[in-house]
T-cell receptor, first 115, second 114 residues
């Protein structure tokens, strides 16, 4: 009965490869997010979708492409992986649309290592 | 624009001692403020949030925080530290036309000594 789940938990790959990270939430929330946590544990928003519509797209390289097939899923596809993409990627969701006072529920994270 | 500064990347306390983790924010609009905790190799869990109601906010595990507009602060406290409180703590702000995104501070690692 995990609220926000991500797969895989660990991902090790070579530079130049393409990979995807999947996220699913069973909370019935409308809004989902992707955050990146770097090696210094700094967290930064990447994308946000509200009911399958992209509402936040930070200055992220266009090698990163989010896809939301339905409001319970938000996947992250990364093309041509680079060393600097190594990080922990967190998916999160929040209820009732993209209101600023809503708590965000985080997944367990996907640790991406690019060799 | 919004930003958060957490003073002290690492705080160490003895078990049973007061925990004080500092957070200062900058926001051109009324802020919503959050404290999250991250245990090793896990996701973030909400401790408490300020959403313009009471300025003293109580959260889980006896944590609380006080919103002080004059000082632009939202410090996190706990009267008595437990070993299980050892974790990374993040202060975050949202507000205005930001689409609900959270702006995080740099994080503070709390160590608890027996």
């Amino acid at each position: 009965d995990t609220a926000v789940s991500q797969t895989p938990k660990y991902l090790v790959t070579q530079m130049g490869n393409d990979k995807s990270i999947k996220c699913e939430q069973n909370l019935g929330h409308d809004t989902m997010y992707w955050y990146k946590q770097d090696s210094k544990k700094f967290l930064k928003i990447m994308f946000s979708y509200n009911n399958k519509e992209l509402i936040i797209n930070e200055t992220v390289p266009n090698r990163f492409s989010p896809k939301s097939p339905d409001k319970a899923h938000l996947n992250l596809h990364i093309n041509s992986l680079e060393l600097g993409d190594s990080a922990v990627y967190f998916c999160a969701s929040s209820p009732r649309g993209a209101y600023n006072y809503n708590e965000q529920f985080f997944g367990p994270g996907t640790r991406l290592t690019v060799l | 624009a919004q930003s958060v500064t957490q003073l002290g990347s690492h705080v160490s306390v003895s078990e049973g001692a007061l925990v004080l983790l500092r957070c200062n924010y900058s926001s051109s609009v009324p802020p919503y403020l959050f404290w999250y905790v991250q245990y090793p190799n896990q996701g973030l869990q909400l401790l408490l949030k300020y959403t313009s109601a009471a300025t003293l906010v109580k959260g889980i595990n006896d944590f609380e925080a006080e919103f002080k507009k004059s000082e632009t602060s939202f410090h996190l406290t706990k009267p008595s530290a437990h070993m299980s409180d050892a974790a990374e703590y993040f202060c975050a702000v949202s507000g205005g036309n930001q689409g609900g995104k959270l702006i995080f501070g740099q994080g503070t690692e709390l160590s608890v000594k027996p």
